[in-house]
C-alpha cells in the first residue's frame, strides 16, 4: 500500500511542478502583453492629445475671423448682430399640400344681371 | 519505561533486616522519580526555545532579505495594475465653458550635450548655430571644449530641429523627453492662463509648473495626478472672450488710449465670462518683468486685477443704493446739490463747475452725476456705515478669485476715514480699486441684490450669496443706471433690444509721486443688461483715452469708453444667446400671404 501512496505523490508533485512551471511562463507573457498595451495606449493618448491640440490651434478664434474675413466672398459671413434674432412666426412655413381628390367637376356659370337693380 | 516502585518489598524487608528505616528507601526513590521528570521537562522546554528561536531567525531573515531586495533592485512600475493611470499622470488641460481648449501638453524634446563625448566640438558648434540662430558658434565651441561634461542646450525642440540635429550626427547631442505647456489660443485669455514653465529638469523628465494667473493659483490641482485626466473647466467663453478683446483692442486704438481692460460677470451665478487686459502677450513665450519703471507698463500687468484705480463717478451708485437701503431717501426725494459745496478747506464742485442745484432727485443725482448730491448722501448716511457698506461690497479685500496675482492686488484705502474722505470716496475718488471690483460690486446690484463671489471656474448652479441691498433698492439701482444711459452722461451706451443700464466714471490718474495728473484719465464704464431684468455686467475701463474727433480733445468716459462698450455688448449679447427686446415689424404671415385671391 505504502509504495504505491509514494508513486502517487511523486506524479502529483511532478505534475503540480508542471502546472507551475506553464502558469510561470504564461504569466510573464501576460505581464509583457499588458505593458506592450499600456506603452501602445500611451503612445495612442499622446497622439490624441497631439491631435487635440491640433484641432484648438487650427480653430482658434483669430484664424477663424482672418478665414472668414479671407472668403467673404463665398461665405459672406458677418459677425452676429442683435437684429439676427427673429420669432417662430417670423418663419414662413409650407402650407400642406391641397388636397384635389374632393374637388368635383368644372362647373359652368353664367352670370346674369338683374335688369331691376340699378347698376351703380 | 519500567517504573520502579517507591517501596520495593525486597529491599525494605532487606533493609528491616539490617534495622535500618525502610523510609529513607522511599524518600531516595521519590527523589530519584523527581530528577527524572525535571529532567525531561528541560529537555522539552530547551527543544521548544529552540524552535521558537528558529521561526523568530527565519520570519526576521525574509524581513531583511526582502528589505535588501527592495533597496537594492531598480525601481520598477507594477505591470499589473492595469488601471493606465501612471501614462497620463501629468498636467491637467485647462478648457473653457463649453470644453474648448485653452491650455493642454505637448510631447517634445529638450537637447543637452555630452560635450566629453563629441567627436568634432567645432564642427558641431557650427552646424548648431546655423540651424538656432540665437546660437553663437564660438561662444558654443568654448563651452563644448572647457573640460564640462553635460551641458543643456535648448529646452524645447519642434520636430523638425529635432530630426536637422538628429542629422549632424554627433554621438555627444542627446535628446531628453519633455512635457511642454501650450496654449493654442496664443494671446486671447492670456492674463487669465498666466503660463508655464520648468520646474525641477532631469535628463528624463521635467515638471511644469504654473509660473502666473490661473496655472499658478491652482498648481496643485492642475498637478493632482488624480485629476490629471479631467480637465480644469473655466467659466470663460472663449467666443465672447476673443470677440470682446478684438473689440477693445480696436476701440483702444480709435480712442488712443494706451491700455485697456475689461470684465464680463454672469450676475446670476458671479462666474466672469470674459476678461482681457490689453495690452497682452503670448503665454506660449511669455515676456519678462520688467526690471525698472512701472510694472504696470509691462503687458504681463493685469489691468483688471491688478490695476487698481480710483472708481470715479461709478461709485455714485453705490452712495445712492446704500442710503436707500438705510431708508434715508427714495428714488424720487430730493437733495441737496447745490454747487460748490464747502466743506472746511474744501470746495467739492461739479464737472466743469456746473451747478445742477439747488435741488435734484436722488435718480437725478445719478443720471446727472452730481458730486455735490452724492456727497450730500454720504454725509447722511455717515463714515462708519458707509466703510461697513464697502466692505460688504468687498471693495476693501483683494478679489478672492483664482488667479495668483489677485490676492497680491489690495485695493488702496485711506487709513483715517474723516468726513472729507466719506464724501470723496462716495463718488469714487480718494480710493483705489480694481474694474473685478467694480463688476462683483454692480453684479450684487443687479443679481437683486445678493452678493456672490465672483469666479473663474465654471459653476453649474448658484452659489449661495449673501443679500446686500433689498430687492426693490436694487431694481430701483438698476433703474437709475438704465436713465443714465436713456437721459444721462451714457447715451452712446445705447444698444438697441438689450437696455443697457450704466453709470460713467472718469478719474484723473494718481502720480506715482502723489497728488493727481490732470490730463491722464481713467475712463470707465460699468454697466448691466438688459436692465429689467440684468443677466450680465460689464465693466470696460480705458487708460489715458482721449477721443479727438472733435475741435479738443475729450476725455470723458461718456466719449470714450461708453462707445467702446456699447460695441461689446451689440457683438457679445447675441454670442451669450441673449434674445434684444425689439418691436418687430410684424411680418406676413405665411398663411395670409398665400391666400388665394378671387
Redesign the interface.
Known amino acids: 500500500m505504502r509504495p504505491l501512496l509514494y508513486i502517487f505523490s511523486a506524479l502529483v508533485l511532478m505534475s503540480l511542478a508542471f502546472w507551475a512551471y506553464r502558469e510561470n511562463y504564461a504569466t510573464q507573457s501576460a505581464?509583457k502583453d499588458?505593458?506592450r498595451l499600456?506603452s501602445e495606449?500611451?503612445y495612442l493618448?499622446?497622439g490624441l492629445?497631439?491631435q487635440?491640440?491640433e484641432?484648438?490651434?487650427l480653430?482658434?478664434?483669430?484664424r477663424l475671423?482672418d478665414l472668414a474675413a479671407l472668403n467673404f466672398d463665398s461665405l459672406g459671413l458677418l459677425?452676429?448682430?442683435?437684429?439676427?434674432?427673429?420669432?417662430v412666426?417670423?418663419v414662413?412655413?409650407p402650407?400642406p399640400p391641397l388636397d384635389f381628390s374632393q374637388m368635383g367637376p368644372p362647373i359652368d356659370t353664367i352670370g346674369t344681371l338683374d335688369t331691376e337693380v340699378d347698376p351703380l | 519505561m519500567t517504573r520502579t516502585p517507591l517501596r520495593p518489598l525486597a529491599r525494605i524487608l532487606s533493609a528491616r533486616e539490617k534495622g535500618e528505616n525502610p523510609d529513607h528507601i522511599e524518600r531516595e526513590n521519590i527523589r530519584l522519580r523527581a530528577e527524572v521528570t525535571r529532567a525531561s521537562s528541560q529537555t522539552r522546554a530547551e527543544g521548544r526555545l529552540l524552535l521558537l528561536g528558529l521561526a523568530f531567525f527565519a520570519a526576521f531573515t525574509v524581513v531583511g532579505a526582502r528589505m535588501g531586495l527592495l533597496a537594492a533592485s531598480e525601481p520598477m512600475e507594477p505591470r499589473t495594475a492595469a488601471t493606465g493611470q501612471e501614462i497620463s499622470g501629468r498636467r491637467a488641460d485647462i478648457t473653457d465653458r463649453n470644453g474648448r481648449l485653452m491650455a493642454t501638453n505637448l510631447s517634445t524634446h529638450a537637447l543637452y550635450a555630452h560635450p566629453k563625448q563629441m567627436v568634432d566640438p567645432a564642427r558641431v558648434a557650427r552646424e548648431l548655430a546655423v540651424l538656432f540662430p540665437d546660437m553663437n558658434a564660438s561662444d558654443l565651441e568654448r563651452r563644448f571644449t572647457d573640460g564640462r561634461s553635460f551641458l543643456w542646450l535648448r529646452k524645447k525642440l519642434s520636430p523638425e530641429q529635432m530630426q536637422s540635429v538628429h542629422d549632424i550626427g554627433d554621438p555627444g547631442l542627446l535628446f531628453g523627453p519633455r512635457d511642454m505647456r501650450l496654449y493654442p489660443n496664443g494671446k486671447l485669455a492670456a492674463h487669465i492662463l498666466g503660463g508655464a514653465s520648468f520646474g525641477a529638469e532631469g535628463v528624463h523628465s521635467a515638471e511644469v509648473i504654473g509660473v502666473a494667473g490661473i496655472e499658478r493659483a491652482l498648481d496643485t490641482r492642475l498637478r493632482d495626478p488624480a485629476q490629471a485626466n479631467t480637465p480644469l473647466a473655466l467659466s470663460i467663453d472663449l467666443t465672447v472672450q476673443s470677440t470682446m478683446t478684438e473689440v477693445l483692442e480696436a476701440g483702444m486704438v480709435m480712442m488712443n488710449a494706451k491700455g485697456a481692460a475689461a470684465v464680463m460677470m454672469d450676475v446670476h451665478t458671479g462666474e466672469i465670462i470674459a476678461m482681457a487686459s490689453l495690452p497682452d502677450f503670448d503665454p506660449n513665450d511669455r515676456p519678462s518683468p520688467l526690471l525698472k519703471g512701472d510694472p504696470a507698463d509691462s503687458p504681463l500687468f493685469n489691468r483688471a486685477v491688478q490695476g487698481v484705480y480710483e472708481l470715479g463717478s461709478t461709485a455714485k451708485i453705490l452712495t445712492s443704493a446704500q442710503a436707500m437701503e438705510l431708508g434715508l431717501v427714495n428714488a424720487d426725494t430730493m437733495v441737496d446739490a447745490n454747487a460748490p459745496l464747502r466743506w472746511g478747506k474744501h470746495k467739492i464742485g461739479e464737472f466743469e463747475g456746473k451747478n445742477y442745484g439747488p435741488l435734484l432727485s436722488v435718480t437725478d443725482v445719478i443720471v446727472k452725476s452730481s458730486n455735490v448730491g452724492t456727497a450730500n448722501l454720504a454725509l447722511k448716511i455717515g463714515g462708519d456705515r458707509q466703510q461697513a457698506f464697502f466692505k460688504t461690497m468687498g471693495l476693501f479685500d483683494p478679489v478672492p478669485i483664482e488667479l495668483s496675482e489677485a490676492s497680491t492686488a489690495a485695493p488702496l484705502i485711506p487709513k483715517r476715514w474723516a468726513d472729507i474722505v466719506t464724501i470723496t470716496t462716495s463718488y469714487g475718488h480718494g480710493m483705489s480699486v480694481s474694474p473685478m471690483h467694480l463688476a462683483s460690486a454692480y453684479a450684487a446690484i443687479a443679481n437683486n441684490g445678493i452678493k456672490l463671489q465672483p469666479t473663474l471656474l465654471r459653476r453649474d448652479r448658484a452659489p449661495e450669496g449673501r443679500r446686500v441691498l433689498s430687492e426693490a433698492n436694487a431694481k430701483a439701482a438698476a433703474s437709475m443706471l438704465r436713465q443714465v444711459v436713456t437721459r444721462g452722461t451714457a447715451s452712446m451706451g445705447e444698444v438697441e433690444g438689450y437696455e443697457v443700464g450704466g453709470k460713467t466714471g472718469t478719474a484723473d490718474k494718481v502720480k506715482a509721486t502723489g497728488g493727481y495728473d490732470k490730463g491722464k484719465n481713467i475712463n470707465t464704464f460699468a454697466a448691466m443688461f438688459p436692465a429689467s431684468d440684468p443677466q450680465y455686467v460689464i465693466v470696460v475701463t480705458l487708460d489715458e483715452a482721449s477721443e479727438n474727433t472733435g475741435p479738443k480733445p475729450r476725455r470723458t468716459a461718456g466719449w470714450t469708453t461708453v462707445p467702446v462698450t456699447a460695441e461689446v455688448i451689440r457683438r457679445t449679447a447675441p454670442l451669450l444667446g441673449l434674445r434684444p427686446k425689439i418691436d418687430y415689424a410684424p411680418v406676413a404671415s405665411a398663411a395670409s400671404a398665400t391666400t388665394p385671391v378671387e
Do not use: H, K, T
Open positions: 505581464q499588458v505593458s499600456q495606449i500611451a493618448r499622446e492629445s497631439q487635440r491640440a484641432w484648438a490651434y480653430n482658434r478664434p483669430s475671423r459677425p452676429m448682430q442683435p437684429g439676427q434674432f427673429g420669432r412666426d417670423q414662413v412655413f402650407l
